[in-house]
């Protein structure tokens, strides 16, 4: 009887103790991982996009704000700055940058974020309570208030708004 205990714990080891790796958790290179940058550390990765990929030498900035100074002191030339602009694009499109905002440039983030913090404040001057826009939200926001659009109209045409 033992020698059948034994037998069949001998065949039942084997069977489970088998060399393929078949429903086996591995760590192999085979799997494709995906990471997730965090939106503080987009100005990062594009400085080292643009220096590895590009062939640039910029600092590691401190934030965006940081970052636009010094891609802006960057160009000598219309052309120089035509391809900085591009070079920018790739490097944002190839990391997926910036791409829930309306348009991926920083710059021009940057450029609409001014335009609307100058619209705000001439605004406030002809007696509208507006908010400053914020970098997240670049937009004007005339939600909170109590004049009709008739009444805005004007105000934002006298402030250099255009549709």
Same mark, same amino acid.
């Given at each position: 009887?033992?020698?059948?205990?034994?037998?069949?714990?001998?065949?039942?080891?084997?069977?489970? /103790?088998?060399?393929?790796?078949?429903?086996?958790? /591995?760590?192999?290179?085979?799997?494709?991982?995906?990471?997730?940058?965090?939106?503080?550390?987009?100005?990062?990765?594009?400085?080292?996009?643009?220096?590895?990929?590009?062939?640039?030498?910029?600092?590691?900035?401190?934030?965006?704000?940081?970052?636009?100074?010094?891609?802006?002191?960057? /160009?000598?030339?219309?052309?120089?700055?035509?391809?900085?602009?591009?070079?920018?694009?790739?490097?944002?499109?190839?990391?997926?940058?910036?791409? @829930?905002?309306?348009?991926?440039?920083?710059?021009?983030?940057?450029?609409?974020?001014?335009?609307?913090?100058?619209?705000?404040?001439?605004?406030?001057?002809?007696?509208?309570?507006?908010? @400053?826009? /914020?970098?997240?939200?670049?937009?004007?926001?005339?939600?909170?208030?109590?004049?009709?659009?008739?009444?805005?109209?004007?105000?934002?045409?006298?402030?250099?708004?255009?549709?």
């Amino acid at each position: 009887m033992k020698k059948i205990y034994l037998i069949i714990f001998t065949l039942l080891f084997s069977l489970c /103790s088998t060399s393929n790796d078949e429903g086996v958790a /591995s760590l192999s290179s085979d799997t494709t991982t995906t990471s997730v940058i965090a939106e503080e550390d987009y100005p990062i990765v594009l400085t080292q996009c643009l220096n590895e990929e590009m062939g640039y030498n910029i600092a590691t900035p401190f934030d965006i704000e940081d970052l636009k100074t010094t891609i802006s002191q960057l /160009s000598n030339s219309k052309d120089e700055e035509k391809q900085l602009r591009e070079d920018v694009d790739y490097c944002i499109s190839k990391y997926n940058l910036w791409s @829930d905002a309306s348009s991926l440039n920083p710059e021009e983030l940057a450029k609409i974020y001014d335009e609307n913090l100058e619209l705000a404040k001439c605004l406030r001057e002809k007696g509208l309570n507006v908010p @400053d826009p /914020s970098q997240q939200e670049p937009k004007v926001d005339l939600s909170g208030l109590k004049e009709s659009k008739d009444d805005i109209m004007p105000l934002l045409q006298e402030c250099g708004w255009q549709k």
